[in-house]
């Protein structure tokens, strides 16, 4: 029987909700990278740290550096 679980690769990702007004903080939680997991209909996306001080999903070694999608 085949997994139904899918990876979806996302390069710039915002953490935040949109307001009422359709505005959110662009700059305080947008990460390069993350991923997201689905099963069925149950999405979980993945990054790096926590969800109160995340980072991109993966990091290069150089600190001025980051990951896009096209980079796989």
């Known amino acids: 029987m085949k997994d139904s679980t899918n990876l ?3 390069g710039d990702t915002f953490l935040v909700e949109v307001d009422n007004n359709r505005l ?19 999405f979980k996306t993945l ?4 969800p109160e001080k995340p980072e991109s999903f993966l990091k290069p070694p ?3 550096w ?3 999608t096209g980079h796989g």
């Open 62 to 64: 150089e600190t001025s």
């Open 47 to 50: 990054y790096a740290r926590t």
């Open 66 to 68: 980051w990951y896009w």
């Open 24 to 42: 959110r903080d662009s700059i305080k939680m947008m990460l390069n990278n993350t991923v997201v997991t689905q099963k069925n209909n149950s």
């Open 8 to 10: 979806w690769i996302f």
